[in-house]
Every structure is written in structure tokens, then in C-alpha cells.
């Protein structure tokens, strides 16, 4: 999966929407929300943490919201890019990759939480976060997505 090359690039978010609605029977984005605004609402307005991921050996960052940027503490260009694995401690990287793998076979979950790293070494715990497989139209696996719900201090 490429990166967008800005983060309201409009041809990413059909792939995320789509993927989550189809995987968890829900809609990540409200309804009142123009179908043109979609890519701008899940940057700068959804009230949860948007962050995905490629399908490369060691995943990296493609795609994080402006909430991730601020909980995670990078900027859009220090994120994509960034190996997703080091979102969490060393510590907590293994347990990390089970849970995507388990994704990567089940399509979905929900309610996952783990301890994450802010760009300054500070530790926190993501909480209530739904994960899923980006599936295109083709039903080829383009990378994975995380809405992180909530989060508190470690």
C-alpha cells in the first residue's frame, strides 16, 4: 500500500471506510457527513486516533489522523513511514505483532488495548480500539487500520 500523499488524499478513505463497514457491519463515519468531507473529518475532526499500516515484512505507518499525530507525538511526515512496531515499548512489540497477525487472519477486532510509546519515550495505554484489515474491491489485503477510542497514562 502506498502512503496517501496528503493526508486528505479522497482515493484513501474509501479503501478504510469501506474495509470497516464491510468487516464490522458498522459506519466509522457519521452519516450527516458529506461523502466529500469524509477524508477531512477523518483527519481533523473523528473523535478517535486513525492510524494505518502497510503489509510489508515490518509494517509501517501510511496514514495517521491529527488525533494520533498529537497522542503519539509525531508529525505527519515523522509517522508515515515510521516502522508501526515501534509505536509500542520493545517490551510490548511481540504481543503487538500476535494481535495484528490475529487480525490479519480473523478480518477484525474489537476492544483491543496495549501499552504504546509517545515520540518522547513516555509510555501510555491505548484503550477500547477496533483494528481491521484494509480489503480492496479485488479482495486484496492493502494494509491493516486502528480507531483508538480512548487512551490513559501509564
Same mark, same amino acid.
Not at 478504510?16 to 477524508?39: M, N, Q
Not at 492510524?51 to 510489508?56: H, N, P, R, S, Y
Not at 511481540?94 to 495484528?100: D, I, K, P, Q, Y
Given at each position: &500500500?502506498? =502512503?496517501?500523499?496528503l493526508p486528505?488524499?479522497?482515493?484513501f478513505?474509501?479503501?478504510?471506510c469501506?474495509?470497516h463497514?464491510r468487516?464490522? #457491519?458498522?459506519?466509522?463515519v457519521p452519516?450527516e457527513v =458529506?461523502r466529500? *468531507? @469524509?477524508?477531512?473529518?477523518?483527519? /481533523?475532526?473523528?473523535?478517535f486516533?486513525?492510524l494505518?499500516?502497510d503489509t510489508a *515484512?515490518d509494517? &509501517?505507518?501510511?496514514?495517521a ?5 498529537s497522542?503519539?507525538g509525531?508529525?505527519? *511526515?515523522?509517522f508515515?513511514?515510521?516502522?508501526s512496531?515501534?509505536s509500542a515499548?520493545? #517490551? $510490548?512489540?511481540?504481543?503487538?505483532a500476535t494481535a &495484528?497477525a ?6 477484525? !477486532?474489537?476492544g483491543? +488495548?496495549?501499552? +504504546?510509546r $509517545?515520540?518522547n519515550?513516555?509510555?501510555?495505554? @491505548? /484503550? *477500547?480500539? !477496533?483494528i481491521w484489515?484494509l480489503v480492496?474491491?479485488? #479482495?486484496a489485503?492493502r494494509?491493516?487500520?486502528?480507531a @483508538? $477510542?480512548?487512551?490513559?497514562? /501509564?
Amino acid at each position: &500500500m502506498t =502512503a496517501p500523499s496528503l493526508p486528505l488524499d479522497s482515493t484513501f478513505s474509501p479503501l478504510v471506510c469501506d474495509s470497516h463497514r464491510r468487516l464490522t #457491519g458498522v459506519s466509522l463515519v457519521p452519516e450527516e457527513v =458529506a461523502r466529500a *468531507d @469524509i477524508s477531512r473529518w477523518l483527519y /481533523e475532526d473523528a473523535p478517535f486516533a486513525l492510524l494505518v499500516q502497510d503489509t510489508a *515484512d515490518d509494517p &509501517m505507518f501510511v496514514y495517521a489522523n491529527l488525533l494520533a499525530q498529537s497522542w503519539f507525538g509525531y508529525s505527519w *511526515d515523522e509517522f508515515c513511514g515510521l516502522p508501526s512496531r515501534l509505536s509500542a515499548p520493545p #517490551g $510490548h512489540q511481540a504481543g503487538r505483532a500476535t494481535a &495484528m497477525a490475529r487480525v490479519r487472519d480473523t478480518g477484525y !477486532t474489537r476492544g483491543y +488495548r496495549g501499552l +504504546r510509546r $509517545h515520540s518522547n519515550g513516555r509510555q501510555f495505554r @491505548i /484503550e *477500547d480500539v !477496533t483494528i481491521w484489515n484494509l480489503v480492496d474491491t479485488d #479482495g486484496a489485503l492493502r494494509g491493516q487500520a486502528a480507531a @483508538i $477510542h480512548s487512551r490513559s497514562p /501509564e
